[in-house]
């Protein structure tokens, strides 16, 4: 997902950076004088999409939209000579869930054809769709730089 809908990409990307320099600004007003390393977990977020999800009308299909959280760590390590930059190490996950459901007030247009929620709920109550839980973690993602 991260790979192939950019506007996901760059969500993380901004909420690692946000953690990064909150780390290293952490560590700096703690005065730490050697390597110090943060958990981290960023609270679950909405990401949402317009129709097409970015170019990948798959996975606009697939989720809609969906929640997501950052988890990992992050090292701070304090300038090796007085007045140089800190640097950090973040290794993270991006955590990803969505109840697949269908909420009845919304449509969307497949093959020229506008279905309905509405429509796809009856077929649930009927037994031929089920609601489900999706969810899943990334592979570990490095990040790292000076401050």
Known sequence: MLEEIPEFQGQVDSIVFYLNRTAVERARSEGITG???YPVNFDWENFGYEDGAG???NWFYATGEFDMN???QITVYPPEES???WRYEARTHVNYRDQYNWDGNKSTDILGFTITDEQLAELHRAGV?????MYGRSEEH???GEM
């Open 35 to 37: 390597p110090v390393t």
């Open 55 to 57: 170019g990948n009308q």
């Open 70 to 72: 950052v988890t990992g």
């Open 83 to 85: 007045g140089g930059q």
């Open 129 to 133: 769709a089920q609601e489900f839980l």
């Open 142 to 144: 490095t990040y790292t």
